[in-house]
């Protein structure tokens, strides 16, 4: 049987890590000073204390100041969003991100508001959300910007090809489709309610998963030839690795998938490291936008 091309997500995460790396020092030598991201973690989500430590080290990694916010989970809202307010207003932090999910006595939505769009990171502002929808330069959510540059590394134009998004959340699925609608795709965005999700996905020449369920997108309803692209991250339980045991997979059958597709990303390895480095480089490019020093990447 065929077996498709495998995108390899960590290789081009390190390549643009690498280049990203190669501009902040740029950025530094002509400025001054190097380009800095503050991050927020409100609270003790073990996932999300992993995912801001690991942010924190590639910031350090790639040359940059690293700004680390860790707030006890009983912080009002009031002082968060005083932190923000402080963090708008420092000249040394070119991007602030909000680590989510937040405890639930903050409006999350309001603390997204406060973030000055300039240095929205994350691409969450309404504002920034805005100007990717009109198409006005903006800073755009970390993973589907992640995607699309792993879309492209395998097929370059896009345009007039059959792209399906299943997921509409406004940080991967709403974003993603945008994004392939920029590229002149014809874009269907599928949903929870979305009749015959099978013959949907059969459409697509690409295929992007952002769902949450562990392998819902079976080999049968990936197109011969498509690119997919498998956003999520589960946790299953793997008994054969040993008792109590779990591993990583996708929303998509990723053995039957591989059969099919063209070209496909791994979970791990594929979409997951793309997103950090992705946020390394809006924080770059809000470094650039806001002082106007001029780098190469
Ligand atoms: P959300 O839960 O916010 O959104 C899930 C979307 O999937 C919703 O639009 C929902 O539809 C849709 N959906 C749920 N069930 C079905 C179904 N049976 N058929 C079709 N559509 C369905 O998730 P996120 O967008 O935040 O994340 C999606 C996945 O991506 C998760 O596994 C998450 O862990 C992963 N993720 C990975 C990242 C990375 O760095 N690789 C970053 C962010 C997320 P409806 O709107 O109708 O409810």
Redesign the pocket.
Same mark, same amino acid.
């Given at each position: 049987l065929p077996t498709s091309r495998i995108i390899d997500g960590k290789a081009f995460a390190e390549g643009l890590r690498r280049r990203v790396a190669e501009a902040a020092a740029d950025f530094l030598s002509r400025s001054g000073r190097a380009p800095g991201l503050a991050v927020v973690l409100a609270g003790e989500d073990p996932a999300s204390s992993v995912y801001v430590r690991n942010k924190a080290q590639q910031t350090v990694e790639a040359g940059m100041a690293s700004f680390e916010h860790r707030l006890p989970a009983e912080t009002g809202e009031a002082e968060l969003l005083a932190l923000v307010a402080r963090l708008n207003a420092d000249d040394a932090v070119d991007g602030i991100l909000v680590q989510l999910p937040l405890p639930a006595h903050i409006d999350a939505q309001k603390v997204i508001e406060a973030i000055d769009p300039a240095k929205d990171v994350d691409g969450f502002h309404p504002e920034n959300a805005g100007r990717l929808m009109t198409g006005l330069p903006a800073l755009v959510p970390c993973?589907p910007l992640g995607c699309l540059m792993l879309i492209k590394s395998v097929q370059p134009a896009l345009a007039g090809l059959e792209a399906v998004v =299943? *997921? #509409?959340?406004n940080?991967?699925?709403k974003p993603m489709a945008q994004l392939l609608l920029s590229e002149s795709c014809t874009v269907t965005v599928?949903?929870?309610?979305?009749r015959d999700?099978p013959a949907v996905c059969r459409r697509a020449d690409i295929l992007v998963a952002? =769902? *949450? #369920?562990p392998q819902?997108v079976r080999g049968d309803w990936v197109k011969p030839g498509a690119i997919v692209i498998d956003?999520?991250?589960?946790r299953i339980p793997a008994p054969e690795r040993g008792e109590g045991k779990t591993r990583l997979v996708g929303?998509v059958a990723y053995d039957e998938a591989a059969q099919r597709a063209g070209a496909i990303t791994p979970v791990p390895g594929g979409?997951?490291p793309m997103?950090i480095a992705c946020l390394l480089r809006n924080t770059l490019a809000a470094a650039v936008a806001r002082t106007g020093v001029v780098v190469d990447v």
């Open positions: 993973t =299943v *997921g #509409r959340s940080i991967v699925g599928a949903h929870s309610k979305t999700l952002a =769902v *949450g #369920r819902m956003v999520g991250i589960n929303d979409v997951g997103t």
